[in-house]
């Protein structure tokens, strides 16, 4: 119908607010292994109901099914869950230590380590990456050393952004790490400029990038879009729906009108909708995309599914705006657990290794921890040396700064 008054005006509604019983009852949620899984080549025209579904593979009595199934090997499964293990026994580190004054912020990326670890695991090394700031499992999968990313966050004198960059904004040019930008959506029209660049030199390599939902209300997004297909750019281009922006749901970035995977379908490339707490599922679909880009079929657009367990960053109170067990009723359940149980089930792993697991990571976290104040926190010891603040932006030092560097006498 088309509006004819004020009296239509749709203002969306979180479904839950604090005080309220949560419960999804009523999401449209298809059981794993469901999905037929397409050609990598298959015309877009032909996967416009990818947009509309949700591709799982790990099912509720975790058996990994269906033609998306990957088929890891146990070891490829254990590195994928120990690696997400590790990502969030270092993200709950890292939050406390903000909570003592050591470090300035941080954000966690609690509930959603199956995206970034199992999307770096189906991605090539020489793949580059733009990320947004909550997928450090991807530094952590490709294998980053957890000093340097902590040396960085606490802003120390080892800091490899020499304290320039808000903490969690990581960069790593040796692990084909793109620099992260505050800015939301940049890397969104980096990442396909960069796919665009590295398909004109011949190159095998793709780009790979992430934003959260409410990102896809930026400009930025609609850009890289338009790109992307325009010149069939090699590029995965990752929406990472966890429901929530900051305090807004995901129905103010219009996710209530119209999946953010549709999205992808208005602009002429395949749009994937995947679970995106079943790591199997998101690396399988991850390296569908991949190897379609390889291949010349260009852009694909990945909605992943998922639910911010923590708050958006140590700034946010998230007990303000939803209900503080909203999590505990997410009928997609937790990541981690999900992929634990399916490898107990196939008896490649037990309760007590995952204890054991659990331990040592949190024993070498703490160890790298140690190390990394050594060099200095926000509040105490060694910080990157002033003279640094004048170093590595122009070629040649223009004249004012020349001058104030004088004055300062370093
Ligand atoms: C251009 C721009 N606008 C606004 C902000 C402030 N801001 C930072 S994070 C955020 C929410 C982003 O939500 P979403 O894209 O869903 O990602 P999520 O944090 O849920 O992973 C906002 C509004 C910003 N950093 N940049």
Same mark, same amino acid.
Request: proline share 5%; hydrophobic share 35%; glycine share 8%.
């Given at each position: ?94 939050? +406390? ?85 505050? +800015? ?156 634990? +149980? ?36 926000? +509040? ?31």
């Amino acid at each position: 119908m088309v509006p004819t008054s004020g009296k239509n005006l749709d203002v969306p509604a979180p479904r839950h607010r604090p005080g309220d019983e949560p419960e999804f009852d009523d999401l449209d949620i298809p059981n794993a292994g469901t999905v037929a899984r397409p050609d990598v080549l298959t015309s877009p025209k032909e996967m416009f109901g990818y947009a509309n579904t949700l591709i799982r593979v790990l099912n509720m009595k975790n058996d990994a099914v269906g033609e998306w199934n990957p088929k890891l090997s146990p070891d490829e499964m254990r590195k994928g869950l120990t690696d997400m293990l590790t990502t969030r026994i270092y993200d709950d580190r890292m939050q +406390n230590m903000q909570r003592v004054g050591k470090m300035s912020f941080y954000m966690k990326s609690r509930g959603e380590e199956a995206v970034a670890v199992a999307q770096a695991m189906a991605l090539d090394k020489k793949d580059m990456l733009f990320p947004s700031y909550r997928q450090q499992g991807l530094l952590i999968s490709r294998g980053r050393d957890l000093l340097d990313m902590m040396n960085h966050c606490l802003s120390n004198s080892r800091d490899n952004c020499k304290g320039r960059q808000l903490p969690i904004m990581y960069t790593w040019a040796e692990g084909n790490f793109f620099s992260i930008s505050g +800015n939301l959506g940049t890397q969104f029209c980096q990442a396909v400029g960069w796919a665009v660049a590295s398909a004109y030199k011949g190159e095998d390599a793709i780009a790979a990038t992430w934003i959260g939902e409410g990102t896809t209300a930026e400009a930025d997004f609609h850009h890289g879009m338009t790109f992307a297909v325009v010149y069939n750019a090699p590029a995965i281009l990752n929406v990472v729906n966890n429901q929530w922006a900051i305090s807004s749901f995901q129905g103010f970035a219009g996710g209530e009108k119209a999946t953010f995977a549709s999205r992808g379908v208005g602009y002429g490339m395949p749009g994937l909708r995947v679970d995106g707490n079943d790591f199997l599922a998101v690396y399988a679909v991850t390296k569908w995309a991949a190897e379609r880009a390889r291949n010349g079929g260009g852009p694909t657009m990945i909605e992943l599914f998922t639910y911010r367990a923590a708050g958006h960053s140590t700034s946010d109170d998230p007990s303000k705006y939803r209900p503080d067990d909203e999590y505990e009723v997410w009928p997609l359940g937790d990541p981690i657990e999900r992929l634990k +149980n399916h490898l107990i089930a196939i008896g490649e792993w037990s309760e007590d290794r995952h204890a054991e697991a659990i331990e040592q990571i949190t024993a070498m976290v703490t160890k790298k921890y140690k190390e990394a104040e050594s060099y200095g926190t926000l +509040n105490s010891g060694e910080r990157p040396e002033v003279s640094s603040m004048f170093e590595d932006v122009f070629k040649e030092q223009p004249d004012h700064l020349r001058r104030q560097r004088q004055e300062l006498g370093v």
